[in-house]
């Protein structure tokens, strides 16, 4: 009998336990949202933050687009070390080891030399050389059909003769003859040669460019103040040209540097960058150039945050202080997957927000002021919001 009244009593226990539970639960879920997340402990920067109440009012309805957040005044591209030169050598164009021409009233013989020059636009002093074997009458040489000489030649060494500029094609004829006998019918005149060579100055202008690139953000391109090129040259003075710096394609350096010069800072025009890749070229003429410390600097622009207003008279203001209406904020954003964070000034009174959700909601009932009210973005990484909007709810 006594271990019936037990567990009687055990049950009675349970069923009162239960029914205390239940009216607990039904008592959080009945309070209002912001009490709930008091009494809950929860943060009031959470995207299930609810506001609730019927919009009577809308406040501020903005689109403040792409907001952004420069986390330094300065972006550095670094550029590796260049070395360009444009090396002038001679070299041997066309050779032969033997020619031989005669002339006379029944006969005639020429002997001819191709000569190919690969590279027209970097070959000059072109000269011919040659030794005399034995001639009788006048030494004929012409190129391109040209006389480039024309006289008595003894045996030996000939003084080099030099080609005109002008006469130069990438494939030219060299052709020697040898001068009539005129009114001695009877004889030939001829003329033998040997070691023949062609030499000319031919700059090498593989090296003579460098091509670099580096990249530019969109955040950095809205936001260029000023740009500045900067190297140091290593360089002998006496046997350099013009060295020339092009920023995707526009000029923006042609000179001989100092070579002594620590460094030479360049600036030029903002809008010489693009977004994404750009290109930076050094070039040379003549000599050879050793270039370190580059740098492209861009100096960015002050960002000003958004700041936006809207009005609430005497008698909103009135309603909001005494609890019959609220003022509520919501950010709508563009991204639904990445981190959005930042900060909300409401007249001065900071508000953090944080979320990966596409809108973000918060009371500003306890900030507002009678009259004119701002709202100001400040974030703390580049944002999109689609919209702002504050409310005046019933």
Not at 53 to 82: A, F, N, Q
Not at 290 to 297: D, P, Q
Request: charged residues 25%; aromatic residues 6%.
């Amino acid at each position: 009998m006594l271990g019936t009244k037990r567990g009687q009593s055990a049950a009675g226990a349970a069923v009162l336990i239960a029914i205390i539970a239940a009216l607990i639960v039904g008592f959080v879920i009945l309070i209002p949202p912001q009490e709930r997340a008091k009494l809950l402990d929860e943060g009031t920067t959470n995207d299930t933050t609810v506001v609730p109440g019927l919009v009577e009012k809308k406040l501020l309805d903005v689109s403040p687009g792409r907001i952004d957040y420069l986390t330094e005044k300065e972006v550095e591209h670094p550029i590796p070390v260049v070395n360009i030169y444009a090396k002038t050598e001679g070299k041997i164009l066309a050779q032969k080891n033997v020619a031989y021409a005669k002339k006379g009233i029944f006969s005639e013989q020429t002997d001819v030399l191709t000569v190919v020059v690969p590279d027209l636009a970097h070959t000059e002093h072109m000269l011919l050389s040659l030794d005399v074997k034995e001639a009788e009458g006048k030494l004929i040489v012409l190129f391109n059909g040209e006389k480039v000489f024309n006289d008595e030649v003894g045996s030996g060494s000939l003084a080099p003769i030099p080609i005109p500029q002008n006469l130069l094609k990438e494939e030219n004829t060299l052709a020697f003859a040898v001068s009539s006998p005129g009114l001695a019918f009877w004889r030939t005149n001829e003329v033998s040669l040997d070691n023949i060579k062609v030499v000319a100055d031919v700059t090498s202008v593989e090296a003579q460019s460098s091509r670099n690139v580096f990249l530019v953000s969109e955040t950095e391109k809205k936001n260029l103040d000023k740009v500045t090129l900067q190297f140091q040259p290593s360089c002998n003075l006496q046997e350099v040209g013009l060295l020339e710096v092009s920023i995707n394609g526009k000029k923006v350096y042609s000179s001989v540097p100092d070579c002594d010069l620590n460094i030479i800072p360049i600036e030029f025009a903002p809008e010489a960058l693009n977004q994404g890749e750009n290109e930076v070229v050094f070039r040379t003429e003549k000599g050879d150039y050793l270039l370190t410390h580059i740098m492209v600097k861009s100096e960015l622009k002050d960002v000003e945050f958004p700041t936006y207003y809207f009005d609430l008279s005497y008698e909103e203001y009135r309603s909001v202080v005494d609890e019959d209406k609220r003022v509520r904020l919501t950010m709508n954003f563009v991204d639904v997957v990445a981190r959005k964070f930042g900060d909300l000034e409401i007249n001065g009174h900071k508000q953090y927000f944080d979320t990966k959700e596409v809108s973000h909601v918060l009371d500003l009932s306890d900030d507002v002021v009678q009259g004119t009210n701002s709202v100001k973005i400040k974030p703390r990484k580049t944002l999109e919001v689609r919209e702002l909007r504050v409310d005046l709810l019933e």
